[in-house]
């Protein structure tokens, strides 16, 4: 599947718009992730432990837009957004969307 943050796919024209396609990962704060993060901040430096939750959470709200697309027979999606947010008591999740716009190419 094609993705893009752009409203067209260079030098490809679109065919038919098919809709919204959304996808959602939403990730635990693990304590440990959390004590080194917080040691990380004393000392400096950047947190992986965070960094890679991202990213694992980023893949599977992206890989989850591009199957609700798949399912409407898309070949690409365009306008792609990822949004990121803390949920939860004392903002104990991270939420990750990914939005954009199925469409079929010629």
Excluded: Q, W
């Excluded at 990962?25 to 947190?47: E, L, S």
């Amino acid at each position: 599947m094609i993705t893009a943050t752009t409203p067209s796919i260079a030098e490809r024209e679109i065919a038919r718009t098919l809709g919204v396609v959304t996808g959602e990962a939403i990730i635990g704060a693990h304590i440990f992730r959390d004590i080194f993060a917080g040691i990380t901040n004393i000392i400096g430096g950047r947190a992986g432990g965070y960094e890679k939750a991202l990213g694992e959470a980023r893949t599977i709200a992206l890989r989850e837009m591009c199957a609700e697309a798949s399912g409407l027979g898309a070949d690409a999606v365009v306008g792609v957004d990822l949004d990121y947010e803390t949920l939860g008591a004392e903002n104990g999740m991270l939420m990750v969307s990914a939005s954009g716009t199925a469409v079929k190419l010629r």
